[in-house]
């Protein structure tokens, strides 16, 4: 009895060390919106810098903007990374130096710019340029794909010519296609664990002659497929514990 109690606790352990192989390969792969459109990742974000015809000259207007990236925000920059990589990323969209929409907001409650989203502003890359004589309220910021500069313009009355779509990346677990990779580690640990406990079934058979499958399959209870790490570890736990 002693060898089939270690089979079986190596056998759980083994199983546990495979659920959480699964675990961490679902959480560790983000997802970006499977629309139509191109989405481009960056750390934890997606991004969909909007292409306009070739030959049409581009203009948005905020509203426009705020339209067309609707479901999502509009470019949100939250780091100097986050300005770099759109700076860097510009060229390989648009053709010149394009002029891009933030996603802020003046906020008349606390007297501040915010982020859609209800951010605060925490990184600013300001132009230096005297203060714009705008009202507040009606004060928007673009982008400028060049230098990275932000400038203060009439939400009402500036047209830009460019548009970023920003949203999170989601860990869509139910979507997601398995890889290959991943359905080559199911197959053999199915395939390991099948053996194994043919293994065990055998020995046990040999060493206990009289015993019934019966009595065989209550010292074999079977795996609970969907469970988590933590009954993993409840389950560890009591299986150290049979006398
Ligand atoms: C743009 O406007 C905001 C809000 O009024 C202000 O905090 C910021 O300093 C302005 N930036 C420039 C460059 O004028």
Same mark, same amino acid.
């Given at each position: 009895m002693e060898s089939l109690k270690n089979n079986r606790r190596s056998r759980s352990v083994l199983f546990c060390v495979f659920v959480l192989c699964i675990q961490l390969q679902l959480s560790l792969t983000g997802h970006c919106p499977a629309d139509r459109r191109t989405w481009v990742s960056f750390k934890d974000k997606c991004y969909h810098f909007v292409h306009g015809e070739e030959d049409k000259i581009k203009s948005y207007t905020f509203e426009s903007a705020k339209t067309l990236c609707r479901g999502f925000e509009l470019l949100t920059i939250q780091s100097a990374e986050e300005n770099d990589f759109v700076i860097k990323y510009s060229p390989e969209v648009w053709k010149? !130096?394009?002029n891009v929409w933030l996603g802020m907001y003046y906020d008349t409650n606390s007297d501040n710019m915010m982020w859609f989203g @209800? @951010?605060?502003v925490l990184f600013t890359n300001w132009e230096d340029s005297s203060p714009s004589d705008l009202v507040p309220v009606e004060t928007c910021v673009s982008l400028h794909s060049n230098t990275g500069k932000w400038e203060n313009v009439s939400c009402l009355e500036e047209v830009e010519?460019?548009?970023v779509c920003e !949203? @999170?990346?989601k860990a869509e677990v139910a979507k997601q296609k398995p890889n290959a990779l991943l359905s080559a580690l199911v197959i053999l640990s199915v395939v390991a664990i099948m053996g194994v406990s043919a293994v065990i079934w055998f020995l046990h058979q040999k060493h206990n002659l009289g015993s019934t499958i019966l009595t065989a399959f209550e010292y074999h209870p079977p795996f609970r497929v969907l469970d988590t790490d933590q009954?993993?570890?409840v389950e560890a736990e009591e299986t150290d514990s049979v006398p």
């Open positions: 010149g !130096t394009v @209800d @951010d605060p010519n460019g548009v !949203t @999170d990346q009954s993993c570890l």
